[in-house]
């Protein structure tokens, strides 16, 4: 393992984000407030509890997933795709690094800015709500590995895409409609019997759950298929980014 | 001398059916600038390319210091350093930060002090703090260099390296690579300038259309290929040459005080003295002579159109 690649490709990354450090602390900070002010105070005074839990205080485990989901996937493939697009991947190409040290300095990157931003949104949402978090490991498990298996689909994004436009595809058109119909702002609890069961097949219902779970131990499926979900999707990514790899597929010639 | 670095029928098709490199055999040695001259697309990007991993060769072997480029990618590389044809750098990076970051990638530890040397070395000191989008395009050239030397590699590949930049900053450059061969480092670099070539290289490569024509010594190249001429000044001019003068072959300039003797420098017989006496006895009367060798653009011009030099 070359750690120094690893270190060097994490530390760069990590500059980006401290470069623009206002932006990336008041930006989750605002946005999570107007989230508590339309859906908490204005929807959420008209909403019953759910299970126990103030409407206010259940979406947090939402929100916080929504925001780590979208900064994971926009870093990573921010973070390779912009070196294809200056030209200056060729220095991460002729260097003594397999694919797997750049997929851990990038992804590593992506996950722990995503990881700052929940964390920063969590505190936020401290101050609107009354949080109580019943399973912290289990919660810092899941939101670890939704930082990192969503930075691994972000770095198959930033690989995948052809220019700017494409890389805002996937979270525009595919990941932003299953966040929200994944039970952010809802216990899937509360829809007709068949939208249950279509939601059963978007696997964000899963992530969400397990999140609110750790935090206050109700869930829409049980604990056991959330941790599943995650850990498959995360081997999914795994094996196409091997397959990446491998073949060397849109960075090798 | 050792071979440092080796090219063994090297072979690059794509799948469009188009072929880059077509079997390039090619031995450089440790400590000499070999420089590589061929038109556009002649395949000096994809040799170099390939040969720092970039591409991935179709067939053909190439060792780096022994080492095999793909099966023991990491021990080549860390002995090439690569400055391509293209500035491609991190606009919003800071010198010193992209040049410790390309050290790092090749498996150093920061060394302040080492990085500090190489900036020196390459007028970038002052500039260390200074975002890469503020420098100018001749700066920019040199942070790619810096990036490049940041792991202290021995071979070093210069793409096209005074491409697009001034009089000024293509002789400061030709005094880096000057300077990096005295500290033993193997430069190869390809250009488009023959008098970059003529100016620093040991030797001289040139390829067209995925084929290497030919390698060798600068010098004997030129010796070997080049023409010599004598130009003949006249004091009066003439409108033809005289018919005692047509087995020299001789041509006229177009103002027709001039006539244009070309010879082989390596003939046992060059003819110059019967030339000179048939010229008196013709009745002209000499102003001035003066010879002209051939440059390497011109023996570069005949090799790639095919017409003897």
Known sequence: MNWSAIAAIYRFEMARFFRTLAQSFLSPVLSTSLYFVVFGTA??????????VSYGAFIVPGLIMLSVVMLSISNASFGIYFPKF?????????APINFIEIVIGYVGAAATKALFVGLVILVTATFFVDIRIEHPFAMAAFLILSCLSFSLLGFIVGIWAGNFEQMSLVPQLVV??????????????????????????????????????SFYGIADVPIFWSLLAILAFTGICLAIIGWIFKTGWRIRS | MTTILSILDLRKSYANGFEALKGVSLDIEEGEILALLGPNGAGKTTLIS???????????????????????????????????????????????????????????????????????????????RNAIKELSGGMKRRVLIAKALAHEPRVLFLDEPTAGVDVELRKDM????????????????????????????????????????????????MAQMGKKQIEVMLTEPVSTIPESLSEHNLALNGAGDALIYTYDTHAERTGI?????????????????????????????????????
């Open chain 1, 176 to 213: 932003t409609p299953l966040i929200f119909l994944g039970g952010t702002f809802y216990s899937i609890s509360m829809l007709p019997p068949l939208w249950q069961t279509i939601t059963l097949f978007n696997p964000v219902v899963y992530l969400i759950s397990g999140f609110r779970w």
């Open chain 2, 174 to 221: 030709w005094e880096i690579v000057a300077e990096l061969k005295q500290a033993g480092v193997t430069i190869i670099l390809t250009t488009h300038y023959i008098e970059e070539a003529e100016a620093i290289a040991d030797r001289v490569g040139v390829i067209d259309k995925g084929e290497l024509l030919l390698v060798q010594d600068k010098d004997t190249l």
């Open chain 1, 86 to 94: 200056l030209g200056t991947i060729y220095e991460l190409l002729s």
């Open chain 2, 50 to 128: 390939t040969v720092c991993g970039i591409t991935t060769p179709t067939s053909g072997s190439v060792t780096v210091g022994g080492y095999d480029i793909q099966t023991e990618f990491r021990a080549a590389r860390k002995m090439i350093g690569l400055v391509p044809q293209e500035i491609a750098l991190e606009p919003f990076e800071k010198v010193w930060n992209t040049v410790r970051f390309s050290r790092g990638l090749f498996g150093h530890g920061s060394d302040n002090a080492r990085i500090e040397e190489i900036l020196r070395k390459l007028s970038l000191w002052d500039k260390r």
């Open chain 1, 43 to 52: 929807i959420g005074s008209r909403i019953q509890e759910i299970e126990g």
């Open chain 2, 273 to 309: 003295t019967t030339l000179l006496n048939d010229v008196a006895q013709a009745g002209l009367v000499l102003r001035d002579v003066q010879t002209r060798q051939s440059s390497l653009e011109e023996i570069f011009v005949n090799l790639v159109s095919g017409e003897p030099a």
